[in-house]
């Protein structure tokens, strides 16, 4: 390890500071009717974190808000709300972090401090909207007439004359209107609670009501004297708030929704287009999925689609849509692939798996897909002209598109990119390009993309940039999520790649695995975990690790590591457990060690309802076979996670020590699932690299 170059010192510095090198990327982007204006929010610099937004037209690029003109260099403060939308999003900036527009993007509004903001993109200075409280998720209405609100649980309306409506007011503290409930948010990717109708004048709303989950409590021991916060939580096999849907006028009339609550709990999506309103619905076990058309006078709702599988239905993000015509643009799992349909017509063809839907306009379907499991890229449905990939170099892209525009937000071996691609009369016009500000990472990432074992396993491989072939053995550090709905192996410079090089110039050779369960290959990969999360994806763990260690003979089997956070703690943690004869240390961080203590939809999706199936509870767990540890095994975890309980390694580091098996634990006193501290995210890169050193005997 003598050879570590000196600039790798600077890497963990830098990967804190830069907010793992999301600071300065352009994102959140919306396009004006002719597609000739690009809004986005962008940070001054990528070690800037305050979020501004911006307007890109005829190649040049002008500032509609800057927070710190607005309210100050202060430290926001940010109503506990809109923190956890945050939270739930893993907002990792400050500032404009989410807008609004109006159908024409000529009006955008903003929260700043709770306070309501908005500025016309045709000139003239942000101005100040008075609002009845501290504001949460603001939007205004396509007509750009009023912007519609969060405060206190309360859902509101306000004029731009600051005439302000309350439409629904919070019945207690466990009822909220407009916003998306932990379920939604955290693992159904619906982050939103409201959706306004074209004509402007009413809304369709979600209530939702958390008394009937679990209460759970957030303390820091760090801080004795700070009460802990109260929490609801839906654990698997407990109850789920209760979610319901209302439409509401702005003359003060309101309408409750009616379907089948009690077969169809979970209100995956929500929309009204120039059709009506319409919701998507999913039953508790998660093998059927509702599309349903919603008559705002009365709330009846009508069945015009149905989504079943012996599994579970795969959410796809963006579905269900409609086409100018009314055709209804719909996933399908069919012969091991995702298939996007339109009017109940397949339009892509087999092998390309669908991703998400990005929009609609007319006819056109703009989607992501992917050939190769390690690219996603964006396509164009249009009737008559077929599918067109339109994203060119290989990465993973995702965009927005609107009146012959499209940008396409990529990430490739460069790193962040953002391209406008334009249509006029037919013809693509010159591509223009929206800067990225984000930094460079200080070790580039080197991969050796690789095929390996019966499965052809998706990998890279990952050697110090001063190895030299046949110079010596490196010990393997495997630095996998190896878990559902992630990726890391992809032909792009992601902040995963920049971590996992950096351990590398440690002295590690680091191969990282997308195994089964992960997305991207199709239906039957996805689902090959249903029953059991644990044994697949730790077999493919070991078939890589066996494969690769054949390929490159500088691999030394005899000391291997593995490392992960989240799903990937949760499998570093088992491969000591279960697999002492392959790994030989382990790092986990925040380790779901008792997957009974997960949330409902997530847990139950893949091993049904634990009162049902508690065998695939039981085999899924690390809670039961701690006495089987024999291997160094490194515990982190943020000790105010709502998401994964810091009682999952609490737990299970109490039952190690009752059987006697040495470990070590690293609490982190006011971290959540993501620490937003960049000296702890700094230095948990090199304190990981020395315990693996030590527990591999270097």
């Known amino acids: 390890m003598d050879g570590t170059p000196l600039d790798s010192a600077d890497f963990p510095r830098q990967f804190a500071r830069t907010r793992r090198f999301s600071l300065g990327v352009p994102r959140q982007f919306a396009l004006s009717p002719d597609g000739r204006r690009v809004l986005f929010v962008r940070t001054g610099s990528g070690t800037d974190p305050i979020g501004r937004l911006w307007q890109y037209e005829d190649g040049a690029e002008r500032l509609l808000a800057d927070p710190a003109v607005l309210v100050g260099a202060g430290p926001e403060a940010v109503p506990e709300e809109e923190r956890l939308r945050r939270e739930r999003a893993r907002e990792r900036s400050v500032g404009v972090v989410a807008y609004g527009a109006d159908h024409a993007a000529h009006l955008v509004a903003f929260a700043l401090s709770g306070a309501l903001w908005a500025v016309r993109t045709d000139g003239g200075a942000p101005f100040s909207v008075p609002a009845a409280g501290p504001v949460v998720d603001p939007r205004p209405s396509p007509d750009g007439q009023h912007i519609a609100y969060v405060s206190r649980r309360s859902f509101h309306v306000v004029g731009l004359d600051g005439t302000d409506r309350q439409l629904a007011r919070s019945e207690g503290p466990e009822i909220g209107y407009g916003l998306a409930e932990y379920t939604a948010a955290e693992s159904m990717g619906r982050s939103r609670g409201y959706w306004w109708a074209p004509d402007s004048r009413r809304l369709l709303v979600a209530r939702v009501d958390t008394s009937p989950m679990e209460r759970r409590y957030l303390a820091d021991p760090a801080d004795p004297a700070k009460p802990p916060q109260a929490i609801r939580y839906p654990a698997a096999g407990t109850a789920n708030a209760e979610v319901g849907v209302q439409v509401l006028t702005l003359d003060g009339k309101r309408v409750d929704v009616t379907w089948d609550r009690a077969a169809y709990e979970y209100l995956v999506d929500a929309g009204w287009d120039a059709h009506g309103p319409f919701l998507a619905v999913q039953s508790r076990d998660q093998r059927t999925v509702r599309t349903l058309t919603v008559d705002p006078a009365t709330g009846a709702t009508e069945v015009c689609h149905e989504r079943t599988d012996a599994a579970w239905v795969q959410l796809v993000a963006g579905t269900p849509a409609r086409t100018a015509s009314g055709a209804l643009v719909l996933p399908e799992d069919t012969d091991d692939t995702r298939y996007l349909t339109v009017g109940g017509q397949r339009v892509t063809p087999g092998g390309l798996q669908l991703r998400a839907v990005l929009g609609v306009e007319g006819e056109r379907v703009l989607f992501t897909a992917s050939e190769d499991p390690t690219e996603t890229h964006v396509w164009r449905y249009e009737p008559g002209h077929g599918i067109r990939r339109l994203s060119g170099e290989p990465g993973r892209y995702g965009g927005v598109g609107r009146g012959g525009t499209v940008v396409l937000a990529g990430v490739t071996s460069r790193g962040a990119e953002v391209t406008v691609v334009r249509e006029e009369d037919g013809e693509e016009v010159a591509p223009a390009v929206i800067a990225s500000l984000a930094e460079d990472p200080v070790v580039a990432p080197r991969p050796l993309h690789l095929t390996l074992g019966k499965r052809e396993l998706r990998a890279a491989l990952y050697l110090p940039s001063w190895h030299k072939e046949g110079a010596g053995k490196l010990p393997v550090l495997l630095d996998p999520y190896g878990g559902p709905a992630v990726q890391i192996v992809g032909r792009d410079r992601g902040w995963p790649a920049g971590v996992s090089q950096w351990f590398a110039e440690q002295g590690f050779a680091v191969l990282v695995v997308d195994g089964r369960g992960t997305p991207g290959r ?72 008792d997957q009974r203590l997960y949330d409902t939809h997530w847990k139950e999706r893949f091993l049904g309802h634990p009162d049902e199936h508690p065998e695939h509870y039981a085999r899924s767990s690390l809670v039961g076979h701690g006495h089987r540890l024999r291997r160094p095994l490194l515990l982190i975890h943020g000790l105010v996670d709502d998401n994964v309980a810091a009682a999952h390694t609490l737990r299970f580091s109490a039952e190690l020590l009752a059987a006697g098996r040495p470990h070590s634990v690293l609490p982190l006193p006011g971290a959540t699932h993501s620490p937003a501290d960049d000296a702890v995210n700094e230095n948990l890169l090199r304190f990981q690299r020395d315990f693996l050193r030590d527990a591999l005997g270097e």
């Open 522 to 593: 199709g239906p039957a990969w996805e689902k090959a975990i249903h029953g059991d999360q644990l044994k697949p994806a730790l077999e493919d763990q070991v078939d890589a690790l066996r494969a690769a260690g054949e390929r490159f003979g500088d691999l030394d089997t005899a000391r291997v590591g593995i490392r992960g956070w989240s799903f990937g703690g949760f499998l570093a943690a088992a491969a000591v457990v279960h697999r002492p004869d392959v790994f030989h240390a382990a790092v986990a961080g925040a380790p779901p060690t």
